[in-house]
């Protein structure tokens, strides 16, 4: 949630504005300056915008006339951490030597600063707010923080500042991390897909060690055996890890046989990612990689699941080196979604390559679950629109505020911003590469949705 803190001389009304965006009366508000006397936090809610606001009353000390030390220091302290300032001055009074002071040592805070003319209720304050544009913090939010009028104006000048924020943290309150870890410490979920003849069934064999395949019951197949338990004793580690084999040939015997053998390719696919986490698309070395292999591979990225890409019969490839280049760059061409999507020689045949394939499918499926901390995620964001800043199409900018991670497997990113239909499409691309390159996403897709605060 976005902090907002409220800071102005004794007396202004900073008590009862925070009662009154709290909703509670929560503290002693007194007219005698300096009554509340602990720092004070609460919930706050305008329009269904909610940031924790921070009453800074109390901090002052017994001299109404200067900018105590004191005040000075705990208010810097909770500078430090939050996203905008109210600066309440009361507008009936007008601006004293001390809001002046206040303001000069506003400037130099890196804070967003909202100007708040307090006691506004009727004309009484019109003079006050008319001096206050000279504080240089633009136009104030006028406001009765007693009468509970001019909320709706306070609310227009925060949420520029802290609404993509607060919308950001009510999406990542609905996250369960609990229930994400539980999926990454359930068995993989694997799935092989790949042209007819490229080896899927041999390569199933070959992992499960028997023809397990060939041996199922040829008529009546149940749903369960589409699925296969399998303990994969890993060499690395020498733990025995869990996977879930989802059996596409399986699926093909329950499939429609009229459907043409080479359109049932990514019809299994389609029906393959649909239960897995992980999906290996197993090429021909004795036919390199075809058209019909990009068009599985794009889908299954679209779907959003973890793809790796093996190139079967290894043993019989002519070649070898030339072949893996060749294929490597045809799929980093291809494959708009992803760079470097992990490409394994493999043969189903003797075994070769398949420990490393399932081991880093395993590393795959990680990369696939991954959550970035939001401030480690809102570091990269500042740092690449320093670099590379938003165009201002019409010289005005696009402003983009805030990023965080909705959602894992597949990782899927929000940004807020305003003026977003203007931004270029190659703008979100470098945002897409960078969150890959820059946050170990690079072999998974990765969704960015642009959001513009109600
Ligand atoms: P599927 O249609 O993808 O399930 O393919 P199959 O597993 O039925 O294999 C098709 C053909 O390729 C069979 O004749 C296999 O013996 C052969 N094959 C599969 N894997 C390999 C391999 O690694 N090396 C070689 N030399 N042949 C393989």
Same mark, same amino acid.
Request: a negative charge; glycine letters at 16%.
């Given at each position: 949630k976005p902090t907002v803190i409220i800071i102005g001389r004794p007396n202004v009304g900073k008590s009862t504005l925070f009662n009154r965006l709290v909703g509670k009366r929560l503290a002693l508000v007194d007219d005698q300056p300096g009554v509340t006397r602990d720092r004070r936090f609460g919930d706050a809610t305008i329009a269904g915008l909610e940031f924790q606001v921070v009453d800074t009353a109390g901090w002052e000390d017994d001299d109404p006339e200067s900018l105590p030390g004191r005040m000075r220091k705990q208010t810097e302290i909770s500078l430090e951490?939050? *996203?905008?300032?109210?600066?309440?001055?009361?507008s009936r009074v007008g601006l004293t030597p001390l809001d002046e002071e206040i303001a000069r040592w506003l400037r130099e805070q890196e804070v967003p600063v909202v100007l708040v003319a307090n006691k506004a209720e009727g004309s009484q304050g019109d003079a006050g707010i008319y001096e206050s544009f000279s504080l240089g913090f633009g136009e104030p939010a006028a406001i009765s923080a007693e009468h509970g009028e001019g909320i709706a104006d306070l609310f227009d000048h925060l949420w520029p500042i802290i609404g993509a924020k607060a919308e950001a943290a009510e999406i990542e309150s609905q996250i369960d991390e609990e229930d994400e870890e539980a999926l990454l410490a359930g068995p993989l979920k694997l799935a092989i897909v790949g042209r007819p003849n490229a080896g899927k069934s041999t390569l199933i064999n070959r992992l499960l060690g028997e023809d397990r395949l060939l041996t199922?019951?040829?008529?009546?197949?149940?749903? *369960?055996?589409i699925a296969i338990d399998w303990e994969w004793p890993d060499p690395k580690s020498g733990e025995t890890r869990e996977i879930r084999l989802i059996d596409t040939a399986g699926m093909r015997k329950r499939a429609q046989v009229t459907e043409k053998l080479e359109k049932l390719s990514v019809a299994d696919a389609r029906r393959a990612v649909d239960f897995a986490e992980v999906v290996v698309l197993l090429l021909d070395a004795t036919r390199g990689l075809e058209s019909q292999d990009l068009k599985i591979a794009n889908m299954v990225l679209e779907e959003g699941r973890a793809l790796m890409i093996a190139i079967n019969k290894w043993d019989v490839a002519e070649g070898a080196s030339a072949l893996f280049n060749g294929i490597r760059d045809a799929l980093n061409e291809g494959l708009a979604q992803v760079r470097g999507v992990p490409l394994f020689a493999v043969s189903a045949k003797t075994g070769k390559g398949l420990d490393q394939m399932i081991g880093a499918a395993f590393e795959l499926r990680e990369a696939w679950s991954r959550r970035v901390p939001t401030a480690a995620l809102n570091r990269w964001f500042d740092d690449a629109l320093e670099a590379n800043p938003p165009p201002a199409p019409g010289g005005r900018r696009i402003k983009l505020r805030y990023i965080t991670q909705a959602s894992t497997r597949p990782p899927r990113f929000v940004v807020f911003g305003t003026r977003l239909d203007s931004l270029p499409k190659s703008y979100e691309r470098y945002l897409v590469n960078g969150i890959r390159a820059k946050l170990g996403f690079e072999a998974v897709p990765v969704r960015v949705v642009l959001k513009s605060p109600k």
């Open positions: 951490g939050a *996203d905008a300032a109210l600066f309440v001055f009361d199922g019951p040829e008529a009546g197949i149940t749903r *369960d055996s």
